[in-house]
C-alpha cells in the first residue's frame, strides 16, 4: 500500500501541527551556549600578593640553602643570628678591654665585600679605609648587627641574606636581585664624636675610644662599589 494522501483541505491544518510541534520542541530544549555555562564552574581569580607573597618565600628558602651549602663548602664555624646573618670572628686581636662597638660610634674599617660566587664588589684596598656612624649611617642592616658584636681589632667574615641587605631589588649596578653578601671585615678604629659646641662633657667611654674632634673627617662616605 502506498502513503495515505491528505486532502487538500488538511493540509494547511497539517502545516500548522508540525511547526507547533518543532517550535515546542525547539523551547524545550537548551541551547549550546546554557549547556556549557552551566556545565562549567566558574574558576577564582588568582591574587597577585598571594603569588608574590609565595614567590617570596620560596626564593627566601631557596637562599638560605645556597648559603647554608657555601658555609659547609668553605669549612667555616660561623654562628647565625636569629635575624638570619651569619659570622666568623677568626681573629680576636683585641683584649676584652678592647672596646666595644656601641650605636653612634664611627667606625674605621677595612673591608672586602664579595658576592657568594666570588665576585668582589667594593674593598678598601681600592677604595681606602671606609668610616660608617653604626645605626645612623646608610649602611646594610646586617652589616650594623654585625659590627655591634665586634670589639677594636677584631677581624671577621659575615655573611648577609639579602632581606639585611639589599633586598630582592639589589642595587641597581653592582648587586643583584636577592643576593647574599660576603664581608671580610677588620675594626680598624673605634671613634666618639665630640659633643656639642657649649657641652663640655666627653663621650663616658673617651678614655678607651678615640674621641672624633673633627666630625667630618669621619663622616659616612656613600657605599663605594
Known amino acids: 500500500m502506498g502513503k495515505p494522501v491528505l486532502p487538500d483541505a488538511a493540509k494547511p491544518v497539517a502545516a500548522v501541527l508540525a511547526t507547533l510541534a518543532c517550535t515546542f520542541l525547539f523551547l524545550g530544549l537548551p541551547s549550546c551556549r546554557e549547556i556549557t555555562v552551566q556545565s562549567l564552574p566558574r574558576q577564582a581569580q588568582p591574587d597577585p600578593k598571594e603569588n608574590l607573597i609565595e614567590a617570596q618565600k620560596i626564593t627566601t628558602r631557596q637562599e638560605a640553602e645556597n648559603i647554608q651549602a657555601f658555609v659547609k663548602r668553605s669549612g667555616w664555624p660561623m654562628q647565625a643570628t636569629p635575624t638570619g646573618l651569619r659570622y666568623y670572628i677568626y681573629d680576636s686581636s683585641g683584649t676584652p678591654h678592647s672596646p666595644k662597638v656601641e650605636r653612634g660610634d664611627a667606625v674605621q674599617l677595612e673591608y672586602r665585600l664579595q658576592l657568594l660566587t666570588g665576585e668582589e664588589i667594593a674593598s678598601s684596598a681600592k677604595n681606602g679605609i671606609k668610616t660608617v656612624i653604626v645605626g645612623k649611617s646608610d649602611i646594610e642592616s646586617g652589616l ?6 665586634l670589639r677594636r ?29 660576603l664581608y671580610d ?28 674632634h673633627h666630625p667630618k673627617t669621619a663622616a659616612h662616605r656613600p657605599p663605594v662599589h
Open 153 to 181: 681589632g677584631d677581624k671577621a667574615k659575615v655573611i648577609i641574606p639579602s632581606h639585611l641587605g639589599y633586598g630582592f631589588s639589589g642595587d641597581g649596578k653592582y648587586i643583584p636581585s636577592g643576593a647574599s653578601l
Open 144 to 149: 650594623a648587627e654585625a659590627l655591634l658584636m
Open 185 to 212: 671585615i677588620e675594626v680598624i678604629d673605634i671613634l666618639i664624636p665630640s659633643p656639642p659646641k657649649g657641652n663640655q662633657e666627653r663621650p663616658s667611654r673617651s678614655s678607651t675610644k678615640t674621641c672624633l
